[in-house]
């Protein structure tokens, strides 16, 4: 039997052929998926990089929030310390009679022969205002009345300027 040596050297060349195409292909495709995993990669990238951005913009915005909630907080201790010691010390010289409350009568109202003075003293500031002093212990439940409502128009103050911080942002 003749080996057809043409046919081999066809079929060689064919083989050879499609090696070479395949190995073409193979450097082609693979050089597109190189191009397309650095750039899946360079996406990627960005991406993380965004969002470490957002990341850090949102941690900033929460510190700067809770520094002012901090100022406000401290603010708000502050006036409820300084009306809480202001109370204490009228609460104090209320209790060692170094201060009287007084309040003032409307001259018309008053009783005719309850013998209430109709002038005031010569050392009175008001001009001839009739003035009934209170019971030390009246007076110091009007001191806590007062204390009261001090401390809720300080947290009421409060809440306002939190809403007004709300309402401008």
């Known amino acids: 039997?003749?080996?057809p040596w043409r046919a081999v050297g066809q079929l060689a060349l064919v083989?050879?052929?499609?090696?070479?195409?395949w190995q073409f292909q193979d450097w082609r495709y693979?050089?597109?998926?190189?191009?397309?995993?650095?750039?899946?990669g360079e996406t990627l990238n960005q991406l993380t990089?965004?969002?470490?951005?957002?990341?850090?913009?949102?941690?900033?915005?929460?510190?700067?929030?809770?520094?002012?909630l901090a100022d406000s907080e401290?603010?708000?201790?502050?006036?409820?310390?300084?009306?809480?010691r202001d109370q204490d010390r009228l609460r104090d010289r209320l209790a060692t009679a170094d201060v009287r409350l007084s309040v003032l009568l409307d001259a018309a109202d008053v009783a005719k022969d309850c013998g209430m003075p109709t002038a005031a003293?010569?050392?009175g500031v008001d001009h001839a205002a009739i003035r009934a002093r209170l019971d030390p212990a009246h007076a110091?439940?009007?001191?806590?009345?007062?204390?009261?409502g001090d401390r809720g128009l300080i947290?009421?103050?409060?809440?306002?300027?939190y809403v007004r911080e709300l309402v401008t942002k």
Not at 15 to 21: T, V
Not at 54 to 67: I, M, N, T
């Open 49 to 68: 990089m965004a969002g470490a951005e957002a990341q850090k913009a949102e941690q900033d915005k929460r510190l700067e929030l809770e520094q002012k």
């Open 15 to 21: 083989l050879i052929g499609a090696g070479s195409a």
């Open 30 to 40: 693979g050089k597109q998926l190189a191009d397309q995993a650095r750039q899946h």
């Open 155 to 161: 947290a009421l103050a409060a809440c306002q300027a």
């Open 140 to 148: 110091q439940r009007i001191i806590a009345i007062t204390d009261t």
């Open 121 to 123: 003293g010569a050392g």
């Open 1 to 3: 039997m003749a080996v």
């Open 74 to 84: 401290q603010t708000h201790y502050r006036k409820l310390s300084d009306a809480q």
